[in-house]
Structure formats: C-alpha cells, structure tokens
C-alpha cells in the first residue's frame, strides 16, 4: 500500500459515502498502525491500544469497527480470550480505479457505441432506398420504447476530426472547450494520459472528448495534487505520527 494515495482515496471516498466521526477516527488510526508496522496484509493491535488513540469506549471501538468491516474497508479476525483482535486494511485506491475503468468501458464504449451505430444505419438506409428506411424506422420504434439516457451529441455532418497525439483525435470545437474550461496545459496532459492509456491498452473510443471528460479529468486533476502534496504533505503526515503514537516499537503489535 502507499500510505498517501491510501488516504487521498479515503478522503474521495467520503464526498461519495457517509461514515460516522468514530469509524473515521479507527481508520485513521489503524492506518497509521500499520504504516508504522510496515504494511502488514494482517496486523494485531490491542483493544485499549485503539480505544487509548482514539478515545472511544469499547462499546464505541466495537461499533465503529463494524462499520468499517460493514463498509468492506477493513476485515477482522477477533482473538481469543486476552489475545489481540486481527485486521487487515482493503485498499480504497485498487477499488476506485476498478470502479472508474469498468464505468469508461461499459458506460462510454457501449453508449456511443449504440447511438452513433444506429445513426449510421439509418442514414445508409435512407440514401439507399427510402421505403427500406421506412421499414427500419417502424421496426426501432417497437424495439425501443424510450431513447438512450444521457447520450454523447451526435457529430455533425462535414465536422471533421483533427488529430492531437498518435491515439488521440476530436474536433476543433471539442478541443477547443477543453481549453475554455481547463486551460491549454490541464488539456494538453490530459491528451498524454490518453494516448498513453490507448496506446498501451489498445483501447478505442467512438469520441476521445467523452472519454477525456468522463475519467482522464479526474486522473490529471489528482495527478497535479498529488504533485503539489509531495513535498510538504508527507512531512506532515510523518510529524502527525510521531506526535501520535511518540516512541514507536512495532514489537508491542503482536503478529
């Protein structure tokens, strides 16, 4: 694990889900256990160790541990009689690049994918013969009962594509409201993280301005934080730990 994507992933996570201020203080804590412990997969910490660094009551400790388990953020093995309970800490960042590709391949690819691949065949059909078209309008009247949510535009004829990098192509127009709404350089590393991404994937999207929009925004925009945070965030999380828990000896966490 990487202790600071780990708590940038934590920090996304709650604009999206609630968790009460007891199971935020145990994560917190229990990351920072086992940042110090060396990033165990399994690791061992005393129930007044918890309650002691986060000054809950064992009714407390017990209820925000369940919902962290509940939440899928952590897993626990209790102990046995005066022995240490047994956590392991789930990655948030694995889970929300998961969540983000499956939402561009399914969400991006099969959406344009339908709108633009109908369009296409009826506008074949209508230059071809206007009775067949006809026919096929009234057969995709009865197949579909509403139109497709929250589709791309579809491009306008004679609009042509212009090509920013090896993978990566769109309009004037489209690149041109990136710039208005991020400015030259954000799009301009967005365009790389693409063509990056499709070059070493040997992915292909029907619109690269929706693909640009739906996730390679997101990955830049936390790309250029975490640049910013490097040098005097980690400090300060390494100075909140030592405040926190002083002189550390993993010994005292019995594995």
Same mark, same amino acid.
């Given at each position: 694990m990487n202790y600071i994507r780990e708590l940038n992933a934590f920090r996304d996570w709650l604009m999206m889900n609630h968790l009460s201020t007891?199971?935020?203080?145990?994560?917190?804590?229990l990351m920072s256990i086992n940042n110090l412990a060396g990033w165990r997969e399994w690791f061992s910490v005393p129930n007044s160790t918890l309650q002691q660094l986060t000054k809950l009551s064992k009714q407390g400790l017990d209820d925000a541990r369940a919902e962290l388990?509940?939440?899928?953020l952590i897993d626990y093995r209790a102990g046995g009689k005066k022995k240490s309970g047994h956590y392991k800490m789930n990655s948030l960042v694995n889970k929300l690049v998961n969540v983000a590709d499956l939402s561009v391949d399914q969400s991006v690819d099969l959406s344009v994918d339908l709108s633009v691949d109908l369009f296409d065949d009826l506008s074949v059909d209508q230059s071809n013969d206007l009775n067949k078209?006809?026919?096929?309008?009234?057969e995709t009247k009865q197949?579909?009962?509403?139109?497709?949510?929250?589709?791309?535009?579809?491009?306008?004829?004679?609009?042509?594509?212009?090509?920013?990098?090896?993978?990566?192509?769109?309009? @004037? $127009? %489209?690149?041109? !409201?990136?710039?208005?709404?991020y400015g030259e350089e954000f799009t301009s590393r967005c365009i790389e993280?693409?063509?990056?991404?499709?070059?070493?994937?040997?992915?292909k999207y029907k619109s690269d301005y929706r693909a640009i929009k739906s996730w390679v925004v997101g990955?830049? @925009? $936390? %790309?250029?934080? !975490?640049?910013?945070?490097?040098?005097?965030?980690?400090?300060?999380?390494?100075?909140?730990?030592?405040?926190?828990?002083?002189?550390?000896?993993?010994?005292?966490?019995?594995?």
């Open positions: 007891k199971a935020v203080a145990l994560w917190y804590t388990k509940n939440k899928g078209t006809e026919t096929k309008l009234n197949d579909i009962i509403s139109p497709p949510i929250n589709n791309p535009p579809l491009k306008a004829k004679g609009e042509k594509k212009r090509k920013y990098a090896d993978f990566v192509s769109m309009t @004037e $127009e %489209e690149y041109q !409201k990136l710039v208005d709404e993280v693409l063509d990056n991404y499709k070059g070493a994937k040997g992915k990955r830049v @925009e $936390e %790309e250029m934080e !975490k640049k910013r945070a490097k040098e005097g965030r980690y400090e300060k999380y390494r100075r909140d730990d030592r405040r926190l828990f002083g002189d550390y000896n993993p010994d005292d966490f019995s594995l």
